[in-house]
T-cell receptor
Framework: GAGVSQSPRYKVAKRGQDVALRCDPISGHVSLFWYQQALGQGPEFLTYFQNEAQLDKSGLPSDRFFAERPEGSVSTLKIQRTQQEDSAVYLC???????????FGSGTRLTVV | GNSVTQMEGPVTLSEEAFLTINCTYTATGYPSLFWYVQYPGEGLQLLLKATKADDKGSNKGFEATYRKETTSFHLEKGSVQVSDSAVYFCALMKTSYDKVIFGPGTSLSVIP
């Protein structure tokens, strides 16, 4: 597609519930990033894929967070046993890999109640 | 480690006022520097970038110059409009395949 598409746009989860957030990057983009943006703060890096390989997952806050990109295109960020502190906007970005910055999706706003 | 610091907001300006949002960074080597903008209810958009020292990025009347000697990348605009109201993020990236590191953001409100 023309841009990075994320779904769902909004998600409300009860504490303890598992959630899955989807990212459709721009076709052909090799690099894919996930970020977490808490209210009033800048995005914080979670994880990075180059094609299907997860090259950096140093930003994942706990082992409840898991990301995959099995065919090198669509990516899913899964959060198990959600907690209130997981409430944030989750942003996905993709890039061809040149020094032009990244194209961000509109994000998924997760609210854990 | 690599980090970005921005002036705290919120910043409130009258229309046609001059805007400066300060940004300084800490990084080894020669990172690429960016300004992203987030309009209300929208996703992050790249506003401008600079990839080496003394480069000037510009877009939509905004400018920022990569100053290696002061490790700064201040955002400026000569005459702001109400439509410029948004949150502005300074950011850096070490290499083409590295993660983008964002500052905390500066909220700008422009009043008529």
């Amino acid at each position: 597609g023309a841009g990075v598409s994320q779904s769902p746009r909004y998600k409300v989860a009860k504490r303890g519930q598992d959630v899955a957030l989807r990212c459709d990057p721009i076709s052909g983009h090799v690099s894919l990033f996930w970020y977490q943006q808490a209210l009033g703060q800048g995005p914080e890096f979670l994880t990075y894929f180059q094609n299907e390989a997860q090259l950096d997952k140093s930003g994942l806050p706990s082992d409840r967070f898991f990301a995959e990109r099995p065919e090198g295109s669509v990516s899913t960020l899964k959060i198990q046993r959600t907690q209130q502190e997981d409430s944030a906007v989750y942003l996905c970005a993709s890039s061809l890999g040149v020094d032009s910055g990244y194209t961000f999706g509109s994000g998924t706003r997760l609210t854990v109640v | 480690g690599n980090s970005v610091t921005q002036m705290e907001g919120p910043v409130t300006l009258s229309e046609e006022a001059f805007l400066t949002i300060n940004c300084t960074y800490t990084a080894t080597g020669y990172p690429s520097l960016f300004w992203y903008v987030q309009y209300p209810g929208e996703g992050l958009q790249l506003l401008l970038k600079a990839t080496k020292a003394d480069d000037k990025g510009s877009n939509k009347g905004f400018e920022a110059t990569y100053r290696k000697e002061t490790t700064s990348f201040h955002l400026e605009k000569g005459s702001v409009q109400v439509s410029d109201s948004a949150v502005y993020f300074c950011a850096l990236m070490k290499t083409s395949y590295d993660k983008v590191i964002f500052g905390p953001g500066t909220s700008l409100s422009v009043i008529p």
